[in-house]
């Protein structure tokens, strides 16, 4: 399936067709740069929480996601404990899942670690395809890559968790490490992907 023309004359990704949190996420953020390493550990977080869910589940609860996990601050997640580990379970407002907000914190930790290297951003950004895919239908659309499979390989190394190919395939389509919209899509080539 290639793009399809919305209720509003606009041609976008399928998955992203009508109104509501889905469309406002492609429409704005999907396959946008972003800067910063508070900006990746939260997208590397909520693509790991998003593991067999879906994404509107996570979009729904991304400020109370924001608030617990500190604006995604790596040093102040780094130090969470036991305790906070518990606060997190009972928080209804996040997806409490025990495994996943271990990896959480073991990945702000591992984040904390990456500053002495090229740290976050330059990691992730170091596994940029090339060429990058062009798909023009859904069906052309990939879920991993070899870039994605060797991102999580050295994520793994380098002490990160819930980081498998298909996770990292994900972030590198959501932080706009390539453009992922399909051809036809308004937001195809839209200036906001890149360097």
Same mark, same amino acid.
Request: proline share 6%; aromatic share 8%.
């Given at each position: 399936?290639? +793009?399809?023309?919305?209720?509003?004359?606009?041609?976008?990704? +399928?998955?992203?067709?009508? !109104?509501?949190?889905?469309r406002? @996420?492609?429409?704005?953020?999907?396959g946008?740069? /972003?800067?910063?390493?508070?900006? @990746?550990?939260?997208?590397? %977080?909520?693509?790991?929480?998003?593991?067999?869910?879906?994404?509107?589940? =996570?979009?729904?609860?991304?400020?109370? $996601?924001?608030?617990?996990?500190?604006?995604?601050?790596a040093?102040? /997640?780094?130090? @969470?404990?036991? &305790?906070?580990?518990?606060?997190?379970?009972?928080?209804?407002? =996040?997806?409490?899942?025990? #495994?996943?907000?271990?990896?959480?914190? *073991?990945?702000?930790?591992? &984040?904390?670690?990456?500053?002495?290297?090229?740290?976050?951003?330059?990691?992730?950004?170091? $596994?940029? +395809?090339?060429?990058? !895919?062009?798909?023009?239908? *859904?069906?052309?659309?990939?879920? *991993?890559? !070899?870039?994605?499979?060797?991102?999580?390989?050295? #994520?793994?190394?380098?002490?990160?968790?819930?980081?498998? +190919? &298909? %996770?990292? $395939?994900? #972030?590198?389509?959501?932080?706009?490490? $390539?453009? !992922?919209? #399909?051809?036809?899509?308004?937001?195809?080539?839209?200036? *906001?992907i890149? &360097?």
């Amino acid at each position: 399936m290639g +793009p399809v023309t919305g209720e509003d004359g606009i041609d976008r990704c +399928p998955w992203a067709g009508g !109104p509501g949190v889905m469309r406002d @996420y492609h429409d704005r953020e999907w396959g946008n740069r /972003v800067r910063g390493e508070a900006a @990746y550990l939260e997208r590397l %977080t909520l693509e790991a929480f998003q593991s067999g869910l879906s994404w509107s589940t =996570i979009l729904n609860k991304r400020d109370a $996601f924001r608030e617990v996990f500190a604006g995604f601050d790596a040093d102040t /997640v780094a130090a @969470y404990d036991d &305790t906070d580990a518990a606060r997190l379970m009972a928080d209804a407002r =996040i997806v409490r899942n025990r #495994l996943k907000i271990a990896a959480a914190i *073991t990945n702000a930790r591992a &984040t904390v670690a990456l500053r002495e290297r090229e740290g976050l951003e330059a990691l992730v950004l170091s $596994f940029r +395809p090339d060429p990058p !895919p062009a798909p023009a239908t *859904t069906e052309e659309m990939a879920t *991993t890559s !070899p870039e994605s499979k060797a991102l999580s390989k050295e #994520l793994k190394k380098r002490g990160f968790a819930f980081v498998g +190919p &298909t %996770t990292m $395939f994900a #972030l590198m389509e959501a932080i706009g490490v $390539f453009d !992922p919209h #399909l051809l036809g899509c308004h937001r195809r080539g839209s200036g *906001t992907i890149g &360097t």
